[in-house]
């Protein structure tokens, strides 16, 4: 309010206002004094002409004269300000009264002094009269002496005092008045003589603005105002001095302008030429880059496939170990190239996306499979929350949203001692019918990170720690390129983190939906079953409660095995009894022995069991169970796996697997061209490994001559060669194909390059298609069948026999490697643990079964002979496999004849114990 005041208006406030309040103070406090001294007047008058009637009074009171009292009275109420007199006898009588009646009670009179009592209006007074009043009278008849003769009563009204108060209050605010109508007089008078000279500075100063710079301003009358006038003036003329000189710079300037126009056409021209010169440079950098990409991975295409070949040999546990560790180097390198690589393409802005179907609960949960034994090794437990809001048909890149998710989850398994790495996918925002906007998150407990590493986090080539003595390897491009993608893609990525704690890295996405139907994996005889879950993690039992909800099923948690197995048996013969059981496995807290007896106890109520286990201790619990290939997988749980594994244990059915569809039986004739001779060494043994016809050769003249020879099923062409590279080769052998009019053959690129549009260029060359190295069995598998429709055998090179035959009647042998190796899907590196795991607990399992046959105990002898059996079933063992079968039929059935079936078993256990100890 006060900022909204003029000059005027504040000088009148500045000026009125301290002296009203100081004159309202002063005269209220003098009104206040003077009322105060006017009211003491009052009652020390008052008190005066009490004490004078009393001597007057003595003497008649005395004598009881009313008459003399009466008189007395009358003429003290002639006295200013006397309203009434009494006069009362020492009896308490009243002898005399003048006035009206009294307004105040009488005061308390037994004292020996003057008493008063007072109101608004008037002020009572009572008086004792003694013998000493006469005295005073001028009464000498007989001495004074301290008796009461009575009292005198007074009343003092208060109303001429008031007048008075009311008279002087008026005067004050009078002179008040007059006083703040002169000061306001004169404070209008000073403000006109500031407001004037003001309002003629403004209006100077308009003209100023306005470009008026000839104004000028005069004298104002004051010593202070000329001043500002002259100041106002002479900015004025440095004001126009400045405007001449500016009109005569820009007039230099446009002079200047006009003649550097040539001047900057020529560096325009040379900005030109510069910026082809980088062009050229960013080409040159990325033909490097697709060379030492080539150079780089044909070399580690030899590295990872004859590791491959050599650890399907046989080797001692120190090789395996040696080959293991030259393996995981190879794929780190590997990955940083591939780092490299993608930096560079997402620097030369030649990354392009896709946009294709794919399903985000799937992506998220193949994610975390592929990253489980990392994590597993570790014992971290890895979860995936999928919100059910969440859409789950999208249209995006996935192969590069993995590759983000790869990326976020191998920074926390890497910086993640213990405890959980939870991938959350939520929708934060549905307004749009065909977009939905995701946000995914990683949080992990991990070390955290502090201000500083935040800072530097996203920056090429930097890592949380990187001091020398630092755990986690890598290139530092991860989160870069992570970033890129994500903003590529339209979102944003970001980090919220506390030291010691851990992590949680972010990404929000807006990605339209697809119209696909989404494919339902649900297993609708799933609908409405009970199943029982165990899992000691939280979180981990949260989602798969989560999922199995998801796939119709009531679940009930339990926090133990053993309450879970009783649970089952309580509800065996009600109505709704519980048919399914889930139990998350640790080998700390659940022995695979433990696991097995409780799993065989469930088989008995009726209860299918479904085992998830870490990844690392597959292996422990794979033969502790009957069917695992059907009864056992691995954490985090896939929910299309859970659902399938779920349906197919309450509803079997027999496992078909169809034969290739091929067009002969014949074995493919390839030839193979590298100039790299560990590269075509590779490929040949490879494909000779698998049954195909190879001719190899090392250049792409030689190519080109055994076309021309030979008629091959398929040509696997190496790119870059000397001399004449394979898109060289392609056209050549394409031109005499049309030459000659046949078919062409089909050639597939063998290319070490990973930059973008190498695939387009290699098909516009000729090419049916491209491999990217390093290869393995399975790529040349796929392409072979392919593009000519004839299956490679698949069967690695068998190794020698023992020259022994240990075969019973039945033709079944004690052990068979070929057999072991099929059930191990090929890896003998399984087969062989496999084998190594049932032979060590083959004593105890042999020593425990003799004595529950010794002492009748007919339950642990059924549990430890189906245990044998579980284990048998994934090893090349058929003669105990067959014992272990007869014995546990007949244990089931009560048979008499299931003595015999145990003799016989323990003949083959000490059969294959012999042939083993031979073996080794």
Known sequence: MYKDLGIKGRVLMLTLLPTSLLALVLGGYFTWVQQADMQAQLLQRGQMIAEHLAPLAAPALIRGDAVLLERIADHALDQADVRAVSFIGADHRRLAHA??????????????????????????????????????SGDKAKL??????????????????????????????????????????????????????????????ALLKEGRLETR??????????????????????????????????????????????????????????????????????????????????????????????????????????????????????????????????????LVLESIPFNLRDLIQDTLTILAPAAHEKRLELVSLVYRDTPLQLMGDPMRLKQVLTNLVSNAIKFTREGTIAVRAMLEDDSDDELAQLRISVQDTGIGLTDGDLRALFQAFTQADNSLSRQAGGTGLGLVISKRLIEQMGGEIGVSSTPGVGSEFWITLSLPKSLDEIEDSAQPYLEGRRVAVLEPQELTRQALRHQLEDSGLEVLDFPSIGTLVDEVAAHRLGNRPIGLAVIGA??????????????????????????????????????????????????????????????????????????????????????????????????????????????????????????????????????????????????????????????????????????????????????????????????????????????????????????????????????????GLRLAAGKADLAADMLSMLLASLDADREAIQLAARSGDRSTLLERVHRLHGATRYCGVPQLRAACQRS??????????????????????SRLAEVARMEA
């Open 217 to 350: 301003l005069p004298p104002l009358g004051s010593h202070e105002l000329d001043e500002l006038a002259s100041g106002i003036n002479r900015m004025a003329e440095a004001l126009q001095t400045a405007q001449e000189e500016l009109q005569h710079n820009i007039d230099q300037a446009t002079e200047d302008v006009r003649q550097n126009l040539e001047t900057i056409e020529i560096q325009n021209i040379e900005l030109d030429l510069a910026r082809k010169e980088a062009l050229e440079a960013s080409r040159i950098k990325s033909e490097f880059l697709a060379n030492m990409s080539h150079e780089i991975r044909t070399p580690l295409n030899g590295i990872l496939g004859f590791t491959n070949l050599l650890k399907k040999s046989d080797l001692t546990t120190r090789q395996q170990d040696y080959l293991n560790t030259i393996e995981k180097s190879a794929d780190s390198l590997l990955g940083i190239i591939n780092e490299v690589l993608d930096f560079s393409k997402i620097e030369a802005g030649k």
């Open 888 to 909: 546990e039929t007949l244990l089931k059935q009560n048979d008499p004849g299931a003595s015999q079936a145990l003799e016989e078993l323990d003949a083959a256990i």
């Open 586 to 819: 640790d080998v700390q807290a659940l022995s695979p022995e433990q696991l097995s007896q409780r799993v065989w106890e469930l088989e008995q109520l009726g209860c299918k069991s479904l085992v998830l286990c870490p990844t690392t201790e597959q292996a422990l619990y794979h033969r502790a169970l009957p069917e695992a290939h059907s009864q056992l997988q691995a954490k985090p749980a896939c929910t299309r796996k859970l659902q399938q594994a779920l349906g197919g244990l309450i509803s079997p059915r027999p496992i078909r697997i169809d034969p290739p569809q091929t067009q002969s039986s014949r074995a493919p004739r390839l030839l193979c061209v590298d100039d790299n001779p560990a590269n075509l060494l590779l490929v040949q043994t490879l494909l000779t490994d698998m049954g195909a016809e190879v001719r190899a050769v090392d250049s792409g003249f030689d190519a080109i001559e055994a076309v021309q020879r030979e008629r091959f099923d398929l040509v696997l062409m190496d790119v870059q060669m000397p001399g004449m590279d394979g898109t060289q080769a392609t056209e050549a052998i394409r031109r005499w194909e049309n030459e000659q009019r046949i078919d062409p053959v089909p050639i597939v690129a063998l290319t070490a390059h990973a930059l973008a549009n190498e695939k387009r260029a290699l098909l516009q060359g000729g090419m049916d298609d491209y491999l990217t190295k390093p290869i393995g069995e399975r790529q040349l598998t796929q392409v072979v069948l392919k593009w000519t429709g004839l299956s490679l055998g698949g069967q690695p090179v068998q190794r020698q026999g023992t020259g022994r035959e240990n075969r019973d009647d039945n033709g079944l042998e004690v052990l068979d490697p070929e057999e």
């Open 144 to 205: 004074p002496n301290d008796d009461l003769l009575g009292w005198v009563e007074l009343e003092m009204s208060h109303q001429g005092t008031l007048l008075r108060g009311y008279r002087s209050l008026l005067a004050s605010l009078l002179l008040i008045a007059t006083g703040l109508g002169v000061t306001a007089l004169l404070a209008l008078r000073m403000s006109r003589a500031i407001n004037d000279p003001l309002r003629r500075i403004k209006q100077g100063v």
């Open 99 to 136: 006035g009206p009646r009294m307004l105040n009670e009488s005061p308390d009179g037994e004292g020996n002094n003057l008493a008063l009592k007072s109101n608004t209006e008037a002020t009572r007074f009572l008086q004792p009269v003694f013998e000493r009043h006469r005295v005073l």
